[in-house]
């Protein structure tokens, strides 16, 4: 008597769970407007840009060298390192400050005119744009302090690809191309362009 | 990390944005499958007159909710496994350009001692920007993971991205414009012109939507 009641117990019980399967099953694949999730938001919230200062600038660029870098850190443990890989991006432009042109830069007679530029380099220090940058890989904890680093190791590797003296001269000569031409549509024939040493 | 694959690019034409490029290419040497260096060399003439600091305050919050539709009864429960929070300062510089690379004869008019120079309207480029990574706060639940390295790149990404969206609103096209004129009128001047006889002036460059606004204008008016 009480091995059947038992037996009867097991039964209702897989009964119950085999309608409960059927019903979710029911509920969640039979039924197309079914459907449940976990959904987690991926996007940023609304703030505001702030102007944190205007300037008017004079620079003149006649060479734009864009260059990406992947930059690795390495940690050693006992048992396995951490690794740290990131991409950078930056664009370096070289040309001329007009801000630092002397006095009488340019002198005309007639149809002749003479330009004297500064010398051209590097427009501007800050030239990673470090909010493109993209994370290639990542094992472990790293703190600010290693991204800064990481940073800085790839500014290093940019100048050090970027501001080659072939690239300089490259920047120099079409200065030197631009300005004739400048000079030219203003209606001078004799025109001469030097930089300052 | 060893160097992997390096292309370099050199092209004669303007150094404007990305879509314009023409760039020859020359692949030197392959030793893994990722690139990594690319360098893009291009000769331009722009001249940049206006400098703009942006700070944005980049800031994330997520929240797990278990989402979806039971029986045409919408659920939206938020689980009791914590939040995440990040707050990301970013610094950007947008500088504003004249692009030169096109300046002819056509861009001169003269009428006696009178000169005009027309150029094209002034362009904006985000030039560099900066995340102040010490000053990043971030706040985990208890039960949740930590933001990875590459969920912090995609928010600052977008953020990049919020401050680009935003440029029309600094009116930095308007102060570009009157910058220009402060750097030329001195050039111009020391080739003998007097100051109030130079004129500098823009030629609205029209795009295909400027066209077709235009058109639309017209037609209404008729």
Redesign the interface.
């Known amino acids: 008597m009480e091995n059947k009641r038992l037996n009867l117990q097991l039964i209702v019980k897989a009964l119950v769970l085999v309608v409960i399967i059927i019903v979710l099953w029911w509920?969640l694949f039979t039924?197309k407007?079914?459907?449940?999730?976990?959904?987690?938001?991926?996007?940023?919230?609304v703030?505001?840009?702030?102007?944190?200062?205007?300037?008017?600038?004079?620079?003149?660029?006649?060479?734009?060298?864009?260059?990406?870098?992947?930059v690795?850190t390495v940690r050693k443990g006992l048992f396995t390192d951490d690794h740290?890989?990131?991409i950078y991006y930056?664009?370096l432009?070289l040309?001329v400050d007009?801000r630092k042109t002397k006095k009488?830069?340019?002198?005309?007679q007639g149809d002749t005119?003479v330009v004297t530029l500064p010398k051209v380099g590097l427009?501007?220090k800050?030239?990673?744009?470090?909010?493109?940058?993209?994370?290639f890989y990542?094992s472990g904890?790293?703190t600010?302090?290693d991204?800064?680093a990481l940073?800085r190791k790839a500014r290093r590797r940019m100048l050090a690809?970027?501001l080659t003296p072939q690239?300089l001269q490259?920047a120099e000569d079409?200065a030197d191309v631009?300005f004739r031409?400048?000079m030219?549509?203003?209606?001078y024939n004799n025109i001469t362009v030097t930089f300052e040493k | 990390m060893r160097f992997l694959a390096v292309v370099a690019v050199l092209s004669g034409s303007s150094c404007s944005g990305r879509g314009d490029r023409q760039p020859s290419e020359t692949a030197y040497q392959s030793v893994d499958t990722v690139p990594m260096l690319i360098m893009q060399i291009q000769k331009c003439s722009r001249l940049y007159t206006t400098e703009y600091k942006v700070h944005k305050i980049v800031t994330h919050e997520d929240v797990v909710k278990l989402q979806g539709a039971l029986l045409k009864q919408s659920i939206d429960i938020k689980l009791p496994v914590g939040d995440r929070k990040v707050a990301i300062p970013i610094d950007a510089t947008l500088k504003a350009y004249i692009d030169f690379s096109n300046f002819s004869e056509k861009n001169i008019e003269r009428h006696g001692q009178k000169i005009t120079i027309l150029l094209p309207d002034p362009k904006v480029e985000l030039t560099s920007s900066k995340v102040n990574q010490q000053e990043i706060r971030s706040f985990v639940g208890f039960v949740r993971s930590g933001f990875t390295d590459e969920e912090m790149t995609r928010y600052e990404r977008q953020g990049r991205e919020a401050i680009i969206q935003s440029i029309p609103r600094l009116g930095i096209v308007d102060m570009a414009r009157e910058s220009a004129a402060r750097v030329l009128v001195p050039m111009v001047q020391q080739m003998g012109y007097r100051e109030e006889d130079i004129t500098v002036a823009y030629r609205k460059e029209f795009k295909p939507f400027d066209v077709s606004k235009f058109l639309e204008i017209v037609g209404n008016g008729k």
């Open positions: 509920l039924e407007d079914n459907h449940v999730g976990l959904e987690v938001n991926d996007s940023i919230g703030t505001p840009e702030q102007i944190q200062s205007i300037r008017d600038v004079g620079e003149w660029e006649f060479l734009s060298i864009s260059d990406e870098e992947l690795d740290l890989v990131r930056g664009t432009r040309g007009l009488g830069w340019i002198k005309t005119v427009l501007d800050d030239f990673i744009d470090e909010a493109r940058t993209k994370a990542e904890k790293w600010a302090r991204r800064e940073y690809h970027a690239n490259s079409n631009q031409r400048m030219k549509a203003m209606g």
